[in-house]
T-cell receptor, first 112, second 113 residues
Framework: DGGITQSPKYLFRKEGQNVTLSCEQN?????MYWYRQDPGQGLRLIYY???????QKGDIAEGYSVSREKKESFPLTVTSAQKNPTAFYLC???????????FGPGTRLTVL | GNSVTQMEGPVTLSEEAFLTINCTYT??????LFWYVQYPGEGLQLLLK?????DKGSNKGFEATYRKETTSFHLEKGSVQVSDSAVYFC????????????FGAGTTVTVRA
């Protein structure tokens, strides 16, 4: 079955540590996205990538970094510079244009 | 810029009640409009969509009509079930970046038996 996988489902990190969240899709989609979701809030865009080896900052990119070396993979690194990293992180992909985005199951990151 | 305003929740209903969640938007041109649903602890799933004025999206008993004149895309269901308890997000994609979604804040719906 085609879809998006995110791992791990739950992640705990100590303050000052970097952590990388995985996102893989087998939908052959060109565009991929990372969102952050906080309780009672909508989704906020962190980074997005339209093609391999290219990505753009979203609305809240500070303290995050990404790479897009393969079409199917778009990992997100939460760095120690991110001041409030505890949140639910969602990865998505789309075939492009004004089409719907398909979402992964999310990773819940907690900073201890 | 593009923005979406949703009815604030939470909304609590009894089974078989009528559900309406209001959604209005601000956008340039003719955006595509979406409703997504999120069940507890999960990612978002597309519920329905409409890509041009007067289009009606429908799925699982839910409906929403793209109203250009009122810039609205209200979600409705005639008879809700306990399994409809979730968070509902209205979203749009449009100019200047058609592949970027703008989301509303989400509306939490709880249906009681």
């Amino acid at each position: 079955d085609g879809g998006i996988t995110q791992s791990p489902k739950y992640l705990f990190r100590k303050e000052g540590q970097n952590v990388t969240l995985s996102c893989e899709q087998n939908l052959n989609h060109d565009a991929m996205y990372w969102y952050r979701q906080d309780p009672g809030q909508g989704l906020r865009l962190i980074y997005y990538s339209q093609i391999v080896n290219d990505f753009q900052k979203g609305d809240i990119a500070e303290g995050y970094s990404v790479s897009r070396e393969k079409k199917e993979s778009f990992p997100l690194t939460v760095t120690s510079a991110q001041k409030n990293p505890t949140a639910f992180y969602l990865c998505a992909s789309t075939a492009g244009g004004p089409n719907e985005q398909f979402f992964g199951p999310g990773t819940r990151l907690t900073v201890l | 810029g593009n923005s979406v305003t949703q009815m604030e929740g939470p909304v609590t209903l009894s089974e078989e009640a009528f559900l309406t969640i209001n959604c209005t938007y601000t956008a340039t041109g003719y955006p595509s409009l979406f409703w997504y649903v999120q069940y507890p602890g999960e990612g978002l799933q597309l519920l329905l969509k409409a890509t041009k004025a007067d289009d009606k999206g429908s799925n699982k008993g839910f409906e929403a009509t793209y109203r250009k004149e009122t810039t609205s895309f209200h979600l409705e269901k005639g008879s809700v079930q306990v399994s409809d308890s979730a968070v509902y997000f209205c979203a749009l994609s449009g100019l200047p970046i058609t592949y970027k979604l703008s989301f509303g804040a989400g509306t939490t719906v709880t249906v009681r038996a």
